[in-house]
């Protein structure tokens, strides 16, 4: 197929002949021109009019591991770092439906048009299913006449994971334990007949308190590598009920119900109760955030083909802009410092309980999220 065949739904897709990939290279390759861009810490390349690369630094080639910075030579950036989304349409890194909002893409192409631009960029990566967070600027670049891009990197993971743990241990976490110690005072002042209610609220809080620290400390450890699962006789009905007792007097199911389908099999398998009742309990929480008052959230469970899916579903519907970006790392409706519970769904049911998560979502069905396990972990 030539490139004039190529399907693009965002970027064009054209990429230039090998024996211009090779000329545009060398006009890189002085050898005072890549010591300084290979002393740079961050990543740099040189994209030709066709977004490939026809330059990359030491840095670069370091971080995947390479042997010579030729191995990336007519890439475009997204097929060198390996993003899930480049492998979408046979044209490559930028010409799929999530490229439209892809930051990444979106300065590449500002750059193609003479301008310098800032963006940020989430990249899951296909063959590890690591999540970068980046930010990439853009600067066009005149040889001869001849315009190329520059197209730089730098992580800013920890960034993102500094902001996030402020929004939840200096709002969330705070919030609660605010909320935790005026209950207590009550408790010191109340009248017997009342204790039993106040004491309910203060166990309450506390355990909501306790598994928003359990919860950042869980995803930690899976992103490091670092969590192990455990493997423990469960039954379906049960963890369902946990999850919905759990949340049942949350803070966001106010106004809002929770039930569980009727006829609901109670299924016997093994996995990790603890991190099924994270995964499960952060659908729930998502699902109660995104409806509106007087909504219901619905929790199922079904025995299939081997496996047991988990179902959660609300009335809400997830707009399409929403959809291509839902599983990405740091990325949220809720605005800044916010954005881990649909990644860190798929990071606990892929990497560490050999599951999978989907959805469906639509105005007439509402929202429905499938997360599917082995009956035997």
């Given amino acids: 197929m030539t490139s004039a065949e190529l399907i693009t739904l965002y970027a064009p897709a054209e990429r230039a002949p090998d024996a211009e990939l090779q000329r545009q290279a060398e006009l890189f390759a002085d050898p005072l021109q890549v010591a300084c861009l290979d002393a740079v810490p961050d990543i740099v390349t040189i994209l030709n009019q066709q977004r490939q690369i026809v330059f990359a630094n030491r840095s670069l080639v370091e971080s995947l591991g390479l042997e010579h910075r030729e191995e990336v030579y007519g890439q475009r950036p997204g097929e060198a770092l390996g993003c899930e989304h ?26 193609l048009e003479g301008k310098r631009e800032v963006q940020e960029c989430r990249i899951t990566r296909s063959d590890s299913g690591e999540a970068l967070d980046l930010r990439v600027w853009t600067t066009p670049l005149q040889v001869d006449g001849e315009p190329f891009t520059f197209f730089t990197l730098a992580d800013i993971g920890h960034e993102k994971r500094r902001r996030v743990l402020e929004r939840i241990f200096f709002h969330d976490i705070l919030n609660t334990a605010g909320g935790l110690k005026g209950f207590v005072e009550l408790l010191q002042e109340s009248d017997p007949d009342e204790l039993d209610e106040l004491t309910d609220i203060v166990h309450r809080l506390s355990r909501e308190l306790i598994e928003e620290i359990q919860g950042q400390k869980t995803l930690s450890a899976a992103e490091s590598g670092d969590l192990e699962a455990e493997s423990t006789p469960i039954r379906s009905l049960e963890l369902l009920q946990d999850v919905l007792d759990l949340y049942r007097n949350h803070e966001v199911a106010e106004n809002r119900h929770l039930r569980l389908d009727a006829n609901i099999p109670n299924i016997p398998f093994i996995s990790d109760p603890g991190l099924l009742r994270r995964v499960i309990g952060n659908l729930v929480k998502n699902g109660l955030e995104a409806c509106a008052p007087g909504s219901t959230i619905t929790l199922g469970c079904t025995k299939r083909e081997g496996r047991i899916e988990f179902r959660v579903h609300n009335p809400g519907v997830i707009p399409r802009s929403v959809q291509l970006q839902i599983f990405q790392r740091s990325f949220s409706t809720k605005g800044a410092g916010r954005g881990l519970g649909t990644y860190s769904i798929r990071l606990l049911t892929e990497k560490y309980l050999k599951g999978n998560v989907s959805f469906t979502t639509s105005p007439e069905e509402g929202t429905t999220f499938t997360v599917s396990y082995p009956l035997f972990l």
């Avoid at 480049?86 to 892809?102: I, N, P, Q, V």
């Fill in 86 to 111: 480049s492998f979408a349409m046979k044209a490559g890194c930028g010409t799929s439906e999530f490229c439209r909002d892809c930051g990444a893409v979106h300065a590449i192409l500002a750059g």
